[in-house]
């Protein structure tokens, strides 16, 4: 972890520095601490060499602490902070020569996904360059290499920007962020010029603005999971709320807060995954099973794609072409049909052992965000797998208008609900940033989440209130 300090004459600059940053931070990457002003009502511009030593002292849980700072004798209280402290801390903090404002949101949000010290120094250095590139400074320091578009034998996804300002800083750090872990070389494309999405730096350069179309290349271990979480962060307008384009008018819509009915539970069928050795003359017959499944899924996938898009919208059926881009990678194809030559399993075991993989790397990653993108890769498996054992999904229908109780619910179960008769959801289990959650709430359906085990013992069609604003099940006595 790499924290940073910042180090202002102002304490109210130093406040607003640090707003500003931490609207850029979604996680606990990283720890911000301010050394600003002096304790000096009639004259409290200044900075106070304690004050900084205290400050790099309470971040100091670090492997390295980089500190910025605004003007001349803030650097030399920086200085003498360095002679005060325990050498032992002193040798992990590095005085960085970044602009205050624009060095400090960079360090961050870099230092928040992850970077390591030179990476966050990088970054902090080169805040200006966009600015310094949009009005055409030429005394500018030379600008970073920027990566070739295309890069060879990349897959890629691209995806048109429909932020009122594009992609200005806060959207670009969200974007930086969660392209951060995946292992894989990104290179983000806009009008055949390419920069680093991982750096919000570079991402400034590229100056995305709105209606502006922009294309991830991926390659690597990771690709294909990188190009679906650009994909699903895209859908979601990278973490913004925008309204979608007035195709119509309409009165005055009213959302149910609270909903009552009787409840009804409903248990998941999952495929089971068929633990079978095969022999060697099988595996091209196995091998062909695999990809018969898999592009009977892909059609699955474009079909939900298509329904979402007619039910709720565009931007949401982003989240079904996401899955396909997930399956339809070429390096997972090729690592299943190996492994069925490989360890003669079935093709269940083989894209259930790979598909198993990536879910369970999302679920490692410290973003709450990333994590809910399991359910999605074990949505994708559940409907390959009853493709390959040539078994329908059964579909959640209810008899009659009720509150669905369950441990969880996957993305397509949700967008196949009959809605009518859906007066809510109820899980045991489930995440709030899941795609399934997200696409409840566009369908207008109330949900509640975690509900835990005691959502086990209810019975069915007992009467409840589901209050989504409370985040309550109220049930009947």
Not at 57 to 70: K, N, P, Q, R, Y
Not at 121 to 130: H, I, N
Not at 445 to 472: E, R
Request: proline share 4%; glycine share 6%.
């Amino acid at each position: 972890m790499i924290n940073i300090v910042v180090v202002s004459h102002s304490a109210r600059l130093a406040q607003g520095v640090e707003e500003l940053a931490r609207q850029m931070m979604s996680s606990n990457g990283c720890r911000l601490a301010l050394a600003a002003g002096v304790d000096d009502e009639q004259n409290p511009i200044g900075t106070d060499a304690i004050k900084v030593m205290e400050a790099i002292e309470s971040v100091a849980d670090a492997s390295g602490i980089v500190v910025l700072m605004d003007l001349g004798s803030a650097l030399l209280s920086a200085e003498t902070a360095l002679e005060l402290l325990d050498p032992e801390i002193a040798e992990r903090v590095t005085l960085c020569s970044a602009p205050l404002v624009e060095g400090t949101l960079a360090a961050v949000v870099t230092a928040n996904a992850g970077g390591t010290l030179e990476q966050v120094l990088a970054e902090a250095r080169g805040a200006l360059q966009a600015k310094q590139a949009q009005l055409g400074d030429n005394s500018a320091s030379d600008a970073p290499e920027t990566p070739s578009v295309p890069l060879d034998d990349a897959n890629s996804v691209s995806w048109q920007v429909l932020n009122p300002h594009g992609l200005h800083a806060r959207p670009a750090a969200r974007l930086a962020e969660v392209l951060a872990p995946f292992d894989a070389e990104l290179v983000l494309e806009k009008a055949g010029r390419g920069v680093n999405p991982r750096s919000v730096s570079q991402l400034a350069l590229l100056q995305v603005g709105y209606g502006d179309t922009v294309r991830l290349f991926a390659r690597g271990p990771q690709a294909a999971e990188a190009l679906a979480a650009f994909a699903a962060l895209s859908a979601q307008h990278f973490g913004e709320t925008i309204s979608e384009p007035q195709t119509s008018l309409a009165g005055v819509a009213v959302k149910e807060s609270a909903v009552s009915g009787p409840l009804c539970r409903v248990e998941k069928v999952w495929p089971a995954v068929i633990a079978r050795q095969i022999t060697p003359d099988d595996v091209a017959a196995e091998q062909q099973r695999l990809q018969q499944a898999i592009r009977r899924t892909l059609t699955d996938l474009e079909q939900l794609a298509e329904r979402t898009e007619q039910l709720i919208g565009q931007s949401q059926a982003g989240i079904f072409q996401a899955h396909a881009m997930l399956l339809d990678d070429e390096d997972l194809q090729q690592a299943a049909t190996a492994k069925i030559a490989q360890h003669l399993c079935s093709a269940e075991q083989a894209l259930a052992q790979e598909l198993e993989q990536i879910a369970a790397d999302y679920r490692a990653l410290d973003d709450a965000y990333l994590q809910a993108r399991e359910l999605d890769v074990r949505d994708i498996l559940r409907r390959a797998l009853s493709h390959l054992q040539q078994q329908s999904l059964p579909q959640l229908t209810l008899n009659q208008p009720a509150i669905l109780v369950m441990d969880e619910i996957l993305p397509s179960e949700v967008v196949l609900l009959e809605r009518q008769h859906i007066l809510g959801i109820c899980l045991s289990s489930g995440n709030a940033l899941s795609h399934a959650a997200i696409l409840a709430k566009a369908m207008g359906i109330p949900m509640l989440v975690g509900l835990g085990t005691p959502l086990n013992s209810i019975s069915d069609g007992q009467k409840a209130t589901l209050d989504s604003a409370q985040g309550v099940l109220q049930l009947a006595s």
